[in-house]
């Protein structure tokens, strides 16, 4: 498939070229993306459940699920359909292309992430401060820095790529209490999360943030749907 020679080139270098298709491409573009998205899923599931089953770590529960899980079916759609896919790739995904404004997007974002995530702030609370911070960066940031920051991600497309994908796989350990046995096989842990990544940012790089905010929403919400289908 030629989507994952592709995908293999953006591992390596953190680069892929825009594509340009019309709307029936572009369907059948995110179509197939989405099965590949399935398939790496299925993967990372078949080898956590091997690796359990070897006794090599035991996989932690996700409390922050078991909370969203005793929402209403609404407030999950929200939260896991809307709201997170959004959220995660305006502060993580939207700044793989440099602009003023995709960087303060970015930057208010990941804000938001720590607040809420690692400080326990409340909703207000948080918006006053990536609101803040958004405010402070348009001022602060000059033709001059921009010139600077626009050469960075020039020449660090690698750099930049990794950044983000690490700084958003990194950030779902809040989901799990923090342990050395966690942090030991983090990596696996997060395999689903690393992979998912990988593939939100190669749309994101080919055909722009629209579409990978539209695939994450798919990721996320079909799963959910299922469940609460045979739930019923």
Known sequence: MIELKQIWLLIKTGYTKKKYFGLKSKILFITKILFVLILFKIVSIILIG??????????????????????????????????????????????????????????????????????KWEWLNSIMLITLVGILLYVIIKEKSISKLTNFWLYNPKLIFYSLLISFSYMHLKNYNISYELLLFSPIILLPNILGGIIYSYVRLSLGTFLSILLHCLNNGIPLMLSNTLLE
């Open 50 to 119: 091997l690796l359990e089953g070897l006794v090599v770590f035991n996989m932690p529960e996700n409390i922050d699920m078991l909370k969203i899980n005793e929402f209403t079916l609404l407030k999950r759609i929200l939260i896991i359909i809307i709201l997170s896919p959004v959220l995660e790739e305006l502060a993580f995904r939207i700044g793989l292309k440099f602009s003023k404004s995709n960087f303060i997007i970015m930057l208010m974002g990941m804000s938001f992430f720590i607040s809420r995530s690692f400080f």
